[in-house]
């Protein structure tokens, strides 16, 4: 299913669109459901190594160019010896982006926020150029799609000056009662990548059918490593970011 949410603000020329990627996993497999318009393919020989989350004018969106994005994370409804482990499986994950990408993740003081739509869209709650990182249960927020144990994403506004999509605010939801679907630590099917996946979706790449990309739209499909079509997909967006 694929749908766009738009909102124009009272007074001003601003448009908010929102756009995640859900996934919904299990050892065995598992659905997904997008919140945006389509995806668009780089148009090379490599085009099904990545694709960019794109708008209805079919313009990819990214974060400023050189970036740095605040992460505040959310932990409060994780038993308190879990905390410290997801703590170091999102760095892990941070790590990872931060090596290919010319933006930059680093952590900031952590939060009681959900991400909702109504919470991303504040500018009075969510400062730009902030990721909110929140561990809940199913109906604790509408960024999160039922049966999803993930979701990535963002908010974009449009640029008037470039006349492009920019994003502003990002979030990534995870559901508590999945984590157990996945290893602690990093690798196949583990907590770490599954942070990953959802940060490069809050960066702006869309699923791929590659299972060498750990942005498969199944990650039990995918060897739980970032592959070579989500670096190129990372130094694309860099680029698209800095023209």
């Not at 499986?89 to 290919?100: C, F, K, L, P, S």
């Not at 109504?118 to 960024?143: C, H, I, M, W, Y």
């Not at 605010?169 to 907590?191: A, C, F, K, M, Q």
Request: charged share 20%; net charge positive.
């Amino acid at each position: 299913m694929t749908s766009v949410r738009t909102r124009s603000r009272v007074g001003g020329a601003k448009r908010i669109v929102f756009s995640a990627i859900a996934i919904s996993l299990s050892f065995g497999g598992g659905a997904a459901s997008s919140l945006v318009a389509k995806t668009i393919a780089k148009q090379s020989s490599f085009s099904s190594q990545y694709r960019f989350l794109i708008f209805e004018n079919s313009t990819p969106s990214a974060w400023s160019c050189d970036a740095v994005i605040t992460i505040r994370v959310n932990v409060e409804q994780l038993s308190p010896h879990l905390r410290q482990e997801v703590l170091r499986e999102i760095q892990g994950a941070v790590d990872v982006i931060n090596v290919h990408a010319r933006l930059k993740f680093v952590f900031g003081e952590t939060t009681e926020l959900i991400p909702t739509k109504a919470t991303s869209e504040s500018e009075l709650k969510t400062n730009p150029n902030t990721l909110l990182f929140a561990f809940v249960r199913q109906g604790q927020s509408d960024l999160l799609p039922p049966l999803a144990a993930a979701a990535g994403g963002g908010v974009w506004q449009h640029d008037t000056k470039q006349n492009r999509p920019k994003t502003k605010v990002g979030y990534v939801l995870v559901d508590i009662n999945r984590l157990g679907d996945y290893r602690p630590g990093s690798g196949y099917l583990s907590r770490e990548a599954l942070f990953t996946h959802e940060l490069m979706h809050s960066v702006g790449l869309d699923h791929v059918n590659d299972p060498s990309s750990l942005l498969n739209s199944k990650i039990s499909d995918s060897i739980g490593t970032i592959g070579s079509g989500d670096i190129a997909g990372l130094k694309a967006l860099s680029n698209l970011a800095c023209q």
